[in-house]
């Protein structure tokens, strides 16, 4: 009986180094096309004393210094900055506290009560600034509810406030954002080991301690995504803001991403718009480039 052949190693040829970047070409075309050179073109217009119809004058960095001398532009920077807190870091800490809620009580209809924290993400932000001008108003859900417990003198116009404006409009973002964030902290308990909350309450750990030393350290990653998207919210916010206050009383509630659709679409001052839009992308820019920074060093 005659044996088998030997069988011979089947020869590979060599891959070029560069195929891979066939496969990602559409894409990046697609995110060249759409992101990349509209960024750019937006940083040279911002070069420009331009009202979107005439012909532009060069006017280098003059746009950029007036940013920096023109009080409502700082002004609306600085809303943007108290945006953050509300955006920011009152949704995160929320979000954290109703995760380790969740993580640690399991009762029935937790389902329930996570879609209830999610509803605002599916419900459109235009539709969000209608419903909460209507609370916010003086026949107002908030209002009656402060005359039935007897404090009628706390009520007021609470978008045409001065002083309780910018607030109000902050805690809108806080009730939008702190179901998202609580989303994204209740996947990473998921993949928590159980083991180590065993651990810890065999050592004495209560809810609170079980919580900072075993729950929280496993969340840097998500709590570092949520971090990003938020403060990207808070400084980019318009839909919002438009909806229920277009920036009032005065300007304490004018945001950069609002004054930007009033000076290109409004105003006729396209060039300084772009201005303050590439102004606003470089700070939203270096604020998630230090968060990722910070995020790396700590994991």
């Not at 190693?9 to 066939?22: A, E, I, L, N, W």
């Not at 969740?102 to 029935?108: E, M, S, T």
């Not at 809810?207 to 808070?234: D, I, K, N």
């Amino acid at each position: 009986m005659r044996g088998r052949p030997p069988v011979q190693p089947v020869s590979t040829r060599r891959r070029s180094p560069y195929r891979g970047y066939v496969y990602v070409l559409p894409a990046f075309a697609v995110y060249l096309t759409f992101a990349v050179l509209p960024a750019l073109h937006t940083a040279y217009l911002s070069l420009f004393d331009w009202d979107g119809i005439t012909l532009g004058d060069w006017v280098g960095l003059g746009n950029y210094r007036e940013i920096l001398q023109d009080s409502v532009l700082r002004r609306s920077v600085f809303n943007a900055l108290v945006l953050v807190v509300f955006f920011s870091f009152v949704p995160i800490v929320l979000g954290l506290t109703m995760a380790g809620l969740l993580g640690r009580y399991r009762r029935p209809g937790m389902g329930a009560y996570r879609f209830l924290f999610m509803l605002p993400q599916v419900v459109p932000l235009v539709a969000v600034g209608v419903t909460w001008r209507w609370l916010y108003g003086d026949d107002g859900l908030v209002n009656q509810a402060f005359r039935v417990v007897g404090l009628d003198g706390v009520t007021r116009a609470w978008l045409g406030d001065f002083g309780a404006a910018l607030i109000a409009v902050g805690l809108v973002g806080t009730w939008v954002l702190s179901g998202l964030c609580m989303m994204l902290f209740l996947s990473g308990v998921q993949k928590v080991d159980p083991s180590l909350y065993e651990a810890a309450r065999i050592d004495g750990a209560g809810p609170v301690r079980e919580f900072v030393s075993v729950t929280l350290p496993h969340l840097r990653g998500e709590v570092a995504v949520a971090l990003t998207v938020t403060t990207v919210a808070a400084l980019a916010s318009f839909d919002i803001v438009y909806v229920t206050t277009n920036g009032g009383p005065g300007e304490q509630t004018t945001v950069p991403g609002l004054l930007v659709y009033r000076l290109a679409f409004s105003e006729g001052e396209v060039g300084l718009a772009a201005a303050l839009a590439v102004v606003l992308g470089c700070v939203i820019l270096a604020i998630v480039y230090l968060v990722n920074r910070l995020s790396r060093s700590q994991s």
